[in-house]
């Protein structure tokens, strides 16, 4: 049984005429007798009466041959849909890993935009920090991944997507909290809250080697590896850190956050993902993620 034959079945079951069925069809009339003729041995059943050589009527087989016809035609109709939605990328689900910096800029507002677009793509975020996304996307856990550069993979496909200076938070009780901008050389005797530099080797170095272009070290009295908890340890007054400005969107009583006067070198954030291993949907992905850095960038005033 080929689909075309149920769907001659459907024509001849709706008009009850093989000639207005052949019509509709634009088909010839005598190849259309003869289909249903093979459908009807092919079933083993007849599935009309005729009651004249063209006019015809519905037996109780052929009823129920078109009420499941329907739903069968109903069924590959939707198929066919979802098929060419997936291909656009307008469905299935995207995995993405992110380091907690990017919840408080950049992250939200590209998520938002994407699900504006494409409602029905389930996304899975992951917080990680930039050597778990390496490596998660190595053993495509993740998809795509919002991490600080450089990696180690030079196989991945990276696209820089934002600078920012870094800037100082430290308690509002502390002596530097009150001025408007902090010499770094001013934080040579204080206790720095840093993450494990295995987990983010580029962002860690960057902060090292800045403080040692003002002769000195960082003393690293505590670690931790999100943001979030590095600025809950602030607020205990635990110590102080150089944190990515975007940070300042992350409000909490105790912290204050200060800029440097030196000149920073900027922290940069990337989207990264395997280019052997691109579906539909991270293609949309990755045009929504430009299309918005490009409206930032052109239009600084209203972000």
């Known amino acids: 049984m080929e689909l ?11 008009e009850l005429h093989f000639n207005r069925a052949a019509d509709r069809l634009n088909i010839a009339q005598p190849p259309l007798s003869q289909q249903i003729k093979h459908l009807e ?30 739903r069968i035609l109903a069924q590959l109709e939707q198929a066919v849909s979802d098929t060419q939605r997936a291909g656009r990328g307008e469905t299935g689900t995207l995995t993405i890993g992110f380091t907690s910096s990017v919840v408080y800029d950049i992250l939200p507002a590209i998520l938002f935009q994407f699900r504006q677009h494409f409602p029905q793509v389930k996304l899975v975020l992951q917080e990680l920090t930039t050597t778990q996304q390496e490596e998660a996307l190595q053993n495509h856990q993740i998809e795509v991944g919002f991490c600080h550069p450089p990696l180690k993979d ?12 870094l800037v100082v938070a430290l308690p509002e009780s502390h002596p530097l909290a009150t001025e408007a901008a902090i010499p770094v050389h001013a934080l040579a005797d204080e206790s720095f809250i840093l993450f494990p530099r ?8 960057q902060i090292v080697s800045f403080c040692e ?9 505590q670690e931790a590896i999100q943001m979030q908890t590095i ?29 440097l006067e030196s000149a920073m070198p900027l922290v940069e954030t990337a989207i990264v993902w395997r280019a052997d291993h691109t579906s539909s949907v991270l293609r949309e992905f990755l045009q929504v993620v430009r299309r918005y850095v490009n409206e930032r960038r052109n239009h600084p005033q209203i972000f």
């Open 231 to 259: 600025i809950g340890l602030i607020s205990a007054e635990m110590g102080i850190a150089l944190v990515p400005a975007s940070l300042q969107n992350l409000k909490r009583v105790g912290v204050v956050y200060k800029p």
């Open 41 to 70: 041995t092919e079933l083993g059943v007849e599935l009309f009466h005729r009651r004249t050589k063209r006019q015809v009527q519905l037996t109780e087989a052929g009823q129920v041959l078109l009420q499941a016809t329907y």
């Open 198 to 205: 295995h987990l983010g080797p580029g962002l860690y170095d």
């Open 213 to 221: 272009q003002a002769n000195f070290r960082p003393n690293v009295m």
């Open 4 to 14: 075309r034959h149920l769907r001659y079945f459907v024509a001849v079951a709706e």
């Open 154 to 165: 030079n196989h991945l496909s990276l696209e820089y997507i934002l600078q920012e200076p």
